[in-house]
């Protein structure tokens, strides 16, 4: 059941399940009341991987219904973690369940099987179940994997910009603000967090039109800029630096 729509201009609930499978480097499998924590840099030897199948009709998996003997149920957690150090860095929680077949370890090739049911993403403004179909169709973010670097360079060497890119957001929020970082970035825009005293705001500013390729994302940032220099709204902030 869907309990969010995605706003324009914003990431599907499936691309975003993309994007978080695509950069996490670790995961928390729990099957059977059993946790394990895996991750893709710990130790030396070949990296294991886990493919996701739909759900095979003569397993008669149905909800409600027990799962056949040699399929054990199994749930795989992963967490997005803001790059920038901010309040509350979670940005997302992915949860992918399904069946794993009951072997005694993974193939020769260093793979395991799981039978898909469902995925949920979870954010700050609710939670969205993806099927199989939905999620395989989608892609994951062009910048998915530079996305950190990227924000990191913007905070650290160009706090300027970010300053200006407050020229873009309602000045209400503006008041009281002690730091506006950039939390992220994607295909459609750039989300910056607010900090206050007690609090903390995130503000979405969408791009002129998406980007499809890493290539275009200086551009699309230039963009903005160009359009923050035309605003006349200057925050304390901006008063202040």
């Keep these: 059941m869907r309990l969010f729509t995605t706003p324009p201009g914003q990431p599907t609930s499936a691309e975003r399940i993309r994007t978080v499978l695509t950069t996490a480097t670790s995961m928390s499998m729990v099957t059977e009341g059993h946790r394990a924590e895996v991750s893709r840099l710990a130790g030396p030897g070949a990296a294991e991987h886990i493919h996701l199948h739909p759900l095979m009709p003569d397993d008669s998996l149905t909800a409600g219904t027990p799962a056949a003997p040699e399929l054990v149920p199994a749930t795989l957690e ?48 609710g939670r969205a179940t993806v099927g199989l179909d939905d999620l395989m169709a989608a892609a994951a973010d062009p910048l998915a994997t530079c996305e950190a670097g990227m924000l990191t360079h913007m905070a650290d060497d160009h706090s300027d910009l970010v300053m200006l890119l407050m ?16 939390l992220a970035i994607d295909r459609y825009g750039i989300t910056l967090r607010l900090e206050y005293a007690r609090s903390h705001q995130d503000v979405r500013l969408p791009f002129p039109s998406p980007l499809t390729d890493a290539d275009q994302a200086g551009v699309r940032i230039h963009a903005l800029l160009n359009i923050a220099r035309r605003c006349s709204h200057r925050g304390r902030l901006l008063h202040d630096s």
């Design 167 to 182: 020229r873009l957001v309602d000045p209400g929020l503006v008041q009281h603000v002690l730091r506006a970082v950039p």
């Design 78 to 125: 992963f967490t997005d973690i803001a790059p920038i150090p901010v309040r509350d860095r979670v940005r997302a929680r992915v949860t992918v369940s399904g069946w794993l077949k009951a072997t005694e370890g993974p193939s020769p090739d260093g793979s395991h099987c799981m039978e898909f049911a469902e995925a949920a993403l979870e954010t700050a403004t």
